[in-house]
């Protein structure tokens, strides 16, 4: 993994992104902090063309986004026009809203939307990822996860792998496993470490303050393709800019190649 392959995904910023004003304060911060790409998730209504001219100005790739679930399967053409306007060619079903996984219909449906959106999204040169939580590892007859059922079900050409470390563990998977499994398949993952209090009780935290084996995790992610590393803590303990240093500095002292 190279520096130039860990990106910050924007939703840990989202506080600070809600307009043009802060997109553009916030940008000049995480280029200072060192990070040289960006998830587009989590911002405010602003027009492609200034979040564009923005990150150029700041020397930041637009690596990939996250988009509204609903707008990927029923008005797939607009997000792949939004795409193409921000010159990314990744983004990820973010969330399985309103999805009864005891309703078997509710899944058969959303696996079999996800693969014809991601068919139109690769027409079009573009990947569609999923991006799990710890939901999809309900398995509600014993049987397969849903996670399983997405990659089962799924053409590989058309739906990829968006891992997230955190929600991986916290299913109760084994995340280097899921890593290797998705190999020619994980074009991009969400590194987001895990930490335990003495209670049990699971939360975020920065890269390295954690309990997940991120040399096992990267090595298995570049074996199998992975071309973005992007850093994520939904919540922090104070100021988020401090947190995304922190991994950064973490990453840079013990993770690159």
Known sequence: MKLSQVAIQLYTLRDFCKTTEDFAASMKKVSAIGYTAVQISGVGPIPEAELVAICK?????????????????????????RLQALGTKLTAYPYPAGVDFNNPEHVSTLIRKLDAAGAKFRAAGLKLGYHNHANEFYRPDGGSTFLDRVYAETSPENIVSELDTFWVQRGGGDIVDWVRRMKGRIPFIHLKDYKVNPAGESSFCEIGAGTLPFKRIIAEAEAGGCEWFIVEQDTCPGDPFVSIKQSLDYIKDNLLG
Do not use: P
Request: charged content about 25%.
């Open 57 to 81: 100005a700041e020397g930041l790739t637009i690596c990939a986004t996250h988009e509204n679930g609903q707008k990927i399967l029923d008005e797939t053409e607009s997000v792949i026009a």
